[in-house]
């Protein structure tokens, strides 16, 4: 994963794989998800991230084990939790 904040737009980049990307989604106001051909995430753009407090407490952790749960309410995907796993 490569981040990427450019301070002349407040926009936090975030690149998961060099796959090319194929389509972008709109999430939320501010924000892209970008897509390979597969429907796959290759990176996300944040807008205002500095603004919206993303920066400077950006951090970044690595966990053993564990899941991610996304829940979509009205349309729209409003959290993620990390949850550990016992393995």
Not at 3 to 12: H, P, S
Not at 40 to 54: D, K, P, Q, Y
Request: aromatic share 8%; hydrophobic share 40%.
């Amino acid at each position: 994963m490569k981040a990427t904040y450019f301070v002349d737009t407040d926009t936090l980049v975030l690149h998961f794989s060099d796959k090319l990307v194929e389509d972008y989604v709109d999430v939320g106001d501010a924000d892209l998800m970008e897509l390979d051909g597969d429907g796959e995430i290759v990176g996300l753009t944040l807008e205002h991230a500095e603004e919206r407090s993303i920066l400077p407490d950006f951090e970044f952790e690595r966990v053993t084990g564990g899941v991610v749960d996304i829940e979509n309410v009205g349309g729209k995907w409003v959290e993620v939790k990390a949850v550990e796993v016992q393995t």
